[in-house]
């Protein structure tokens, strides 16, 4: 348990997002982010239901998504404000997409009693920009079911800003470069009235950094067939546990080359099909990875000018980019960024809490 004082006030900021979670407190000096019962920053929005009703949520009920996808669920934001139904086949029920976001919440908020000793009652959840009335009701139903009695909603990219630095003294507006695994959002903001205003939003729901790993997974599986005469096929259901392996190492060689200049992708043990085994062990550096992801960042910074264009602003007009999300640690996108579009805010934050630490400060 973190060292706090009892006395003072517990701000607390909650992300629930579509892939991961995470939660942070302010304590009216610092802000701090809060960590994980399994480690991290970070909890995949992730539950899993077994035959006994028990439930999981986080890293643990993730690592069930690929052996027991009928009883583990992802991605249930996408739902919310929809009557859609889950149903977890073992245990023989069905769950709402509000009901799953609460178990996420009840979550985060155990992690917070469990380094500060106090369970929060009230909190600021971040919705996305496009939220609806039907969405951001369900989201505050949610966090009623988690045991929060005071909820306030706030827009994602206005956290984000918050987070950055933003201040009402910075002339210009402010974008905020958004992505995620599966989709790129890019948000417009403006100082008015003395507050942060979302006044524009464009984006890509078919581009995240799925895509930058099944770049480099195409790449990893070309010098398997190459090297080894191993030609992997996605609609070969013997190829298929095998290609999800390889992407998996593909995500931590990426992830990895954020930070190093050389990156080993390898599985621990060899492919093993029709009586021949393979070894992968590929060594994958940090020029061959930015030449096979550019035209995707390529693609976000298209985006961001066509939102610009829209609004009839130049690039001289932006005072900050906000960079958030896991993939845009990679040092290529942000020099990119900085070349197309304007200085990156505080560049020295860690994009992926950087949502829930806003929130906290708001």
């Not at 302010?26 to 920053?41: I, K, L, M, P, T």
């Not at 006994?52 to 996408?78: C, H, Q």
């Not at 992505?179 to 790129?184: A, E, I, N, Y």
Request: glycine residues 8%; aromatic residues 6%; proline residues 5%.
């Amino acid at each position: 348990m973190t060292d706090f004082d009892a006395e003072r006030p517990l701000y607390v900021g909650l992300d629930l997002g579509t892939t991961n979670s995470a939660a942070a407190v302010f304590d009216g000096e610092n802000v701090h982010s809060v960590r994980a019962a399994q480690g991290g920053f970070l909890t995949p929005s992730v539950v899993r239901l077994s035959k006994k009703g028990t439930v999981s949520v986080g890293a643990k009920a993730r690592r069930f998504l690929e052996f027991d996808p009928e009883n583990t669920r992802a991605e249930f934001k996408r739902l919310m404000g929809t009557p859609a139904r889950l149903s977890f086949a073992s245990a023989g029920v069905e769950r709402s997409p509000v009901e799953l976001s609460a178990e996420v919440l009840k979550t985060l908020c155990a992690d917070v009693e469990t380094q500060f000793g106090r369970a929060p009652t009230r909190a600021v959840i971040t919705v996305p920009a496009l939220f609806e009335l039907p969405q951001s009701a369900d989201t505050t139903r949610a966090a009623e079911l988690a045991g929060l009695t005071q909820v306030e909603l706030l827009q994602e990219p206005v956290a984000s800003a918050l987070a950055a630095g933003w201040s009402a003294e910075i002339p210009g507006s402010w974008l905020v470069y958004d992505l995620g695994g599966g989709t790129f959002d890019v948000s417009l903001l403006e100082t008015r009235d003395g507050m942060l205003r979302v006044v524009g939003h464009d984006g890509d729901n078919f581009l995240g950094g799925r895509d930058f790993d099944r770049a480099v997974n195409k790449w990893a599986a070309q010098q398997l067939e190459q090297t080894q005469g191993l030609s992997l096929r996605a609609d070969n259901p013997e190829h298929v546990p095998w290609l999800r392996r390889l992407s998996a190492a593909a995500e931590e060689a990426r992830s990895e080359l954020s930070r190093s200049q050389l990156a080993a992708l390898a599985l621990a043990e060899p492919i093993e099909l029709e009586d021949d085994e393979f070894e992968v062990e590929l060594e994958l550096n940090r020029s061959t990875l930015e030449r096979l992801i550019e035209p995707l960042i390529d693609r976000t910074i298209r985006v961001c000018h066509r939102l610009l264009e829209e609004h009839g602003l130049e690039i001289d007009d932006i005072a900050r980019v906000v960079l958030v999300g896991g993939p845009t640690a990679t040092p290529s996108l942000v020099t990119r960024c900085e070349e197309a579009l304007a200085p990156i805010a505080r560049g020295d934050l860690d994009p992926m809490p950087l949502v829930s630490r806003g929130a906290a400060l708001y």
